[in-house]
């Protein structure tokens, strides 16, 4: 995790719909590919983190799930309106960054738990 002193700003952020990517290029050079689904699953709200650790909700049926539209959040974060209906996480810069850092590892990590769960990615 970085400090807010040294989060990278992001200097674009693309949406390529046919491919369901968000393409987000940081003033150091970084630049990260994060699947609407990955961001989907993954977002920061309250719906999907919970409220505290082991309140985590799994979720599912996520794989064909698109941006609709993304709003400013002031000058550091956004707030992406998912086609599921889903549009309460706001992304901070911080926290996009680390999803683009650790997206493999979480990627993997997402994948066993749906497993375990017998769930789908599908529906």
């Keep these: 995790m970085t400090s807010e002193s040294d989060t990278p700003i992001p200097t674009e952020i693309k949406l390529h719909q046919k491919s369901r990517l ?4 940081f003033a150091n050079g970084m630049r990260f590919s994060l699947p609407f689904e990955f961001l ?6 309250a719906e999907v983190r919970g409220h505290g650790h082991g309140q985590e909700v799994l979720q599912t049926g996520k794989m064909n799930v698109g941006i609709l539209a ?6 550091y974060a956004i707030q992406p ?6 549009d309460t996480g706001i992304y901070s810069w911080d926290y996009l960054y680390e999803l683009g ?3 493999d590892k ?5 994948l066993g738990r749906l497993a375990a769960a017998g769930a789908s990615r599908e529906h």
């Design 22 to 25: 968000m393409e987000i290029s």
């Design 40 to 45: 989907r699953v993954y977002s920061p709200s």
């Design 81 to 86: 309106r998912f086609s599921d209906g889903h």
């Design 106 to 110: 979480r990627w993997k990590e997402y």
């Design 101 to 103: 850092i650790s997206m």
């Design 70 to 75: 993304v709003e400013a959040v002031g000058s």
